[in-house]
T-cell receptor
Framework: DAGVIQSPRHEVTEMGQEVTLRCKPI?????LFWYRQTMMRGLELLIY????????DSGMPEDRFSAKMPNASFSTLKIQPSEPRDSAVYFC??????????????FGPGTRLTVL | DQQVKQNSPSLSVQEGRISILNCDYT??????FLWYKKYPAEGPTFLIS?????DKNEDGRFTVFLNKSAKHLSLHIVPSQPGDSAVYFC?????????????FGKGTHLIIQP
């Protein structure tokens, strides 16, 4: 059974460019989460969706960040324009709410973003 | 303001001995706690969890203890094995059983020495 899939695994871009990170959750999961990991702040929740609807985006750092989930099997996190301080590892995670083991989130391998 | 704290950035333990990783939290609304393990260049992997209605949960070599009055939990690994060398994250949720984002500690790098 495939786990959470993220693409690309690595992204290097220049300041001011648009960056789009992609995530495919585990089939059957109904909640999807985007996290960011930095040395300074550790792992932080950016936004999460339940049944494709954004529930809490209070962790999104600023308007340059946006996330969408057009269907149950795909989500994107977009940064426009990107800045050097956005350099981090971005993780996507998914879970199934209602299965008796809620809050157990399964993480993808992450996208390492470097903004020059 | 860190709501979940792992005060030891690293811990070195001899193979075969017990590893004890500690985690403290400040938010009394947290009711579900998890430990994740992370290898370099991989995403965190779920290890074990505990609900606030329990004080202990065991799964093979891994046991998590919860002390709600002290707002403290610990992960015990016994016996420690070389493959246990990784970064361990403590995480907490206040969702009451529903889906919610997790609040993570900054991690403890466990090194198992042969």
């Amino acid at each position: 059974d495939a786990g959470v899939i993220q693409s690309p695994r690595h992204e290097v871009t220049e300041m001011g460019q648009e960056v789009t990170l992609r995530c495919k959750p585990i089939s059957g999961h109904n909640s999807l989460f985007w996290y960011r990991q930095t040395m300074m702040r550790g792992l932080e929740l950016l936004i999460y969706f339940n049944n494709n609807v954004p529930i809490d985006d209070s962790g999104m750092p600023e308007d340059r960040f946006s996330a969408k989930m057009p269907n149950a099997s795909f989500s994107t996190l977009k940064i426009q324009p990107s800045e050097p301080r956005d350099s981090a590892v971005y993780f996507c995670a998914s879970s199934f709410e209602g299965g008796g083991k809620s809050d157990t989130q399964y993480f993808g391998p992450g996208t390492r973003l470097t903004v020059l | 303001d860190q709501q979940v704290k792992q005060n030891s950035p690293s811990l070195s333990v001899q193979e075969g001995r017990i590893s004890i990783l500690n985690c403290d939290y400040t938010n009394s609304m947290f009711d579900y706690f998890l430990w994740y393990k992370k290898y370099p260049a991989e995403g965190p992997t779920f290890l074990i969890s505990i609900s606030s209605i329990k004080d202990k949960n065991e799964d093979g070599r891994f046991t998590v203890f919860l002390n709600k009055s002290a707002k403290h939990l610990s992960l015990h690994i016994v016996p420690s094995q070389p493959g246990d060398s990784a970064v361990y994250f403590c995480a907490a949720s206040d969702s009451g059983g529903g889906a919610d984002g997790l609040t993570f500690g900054k991690g403890t790098h466990l090194i198992i020495q042969p």
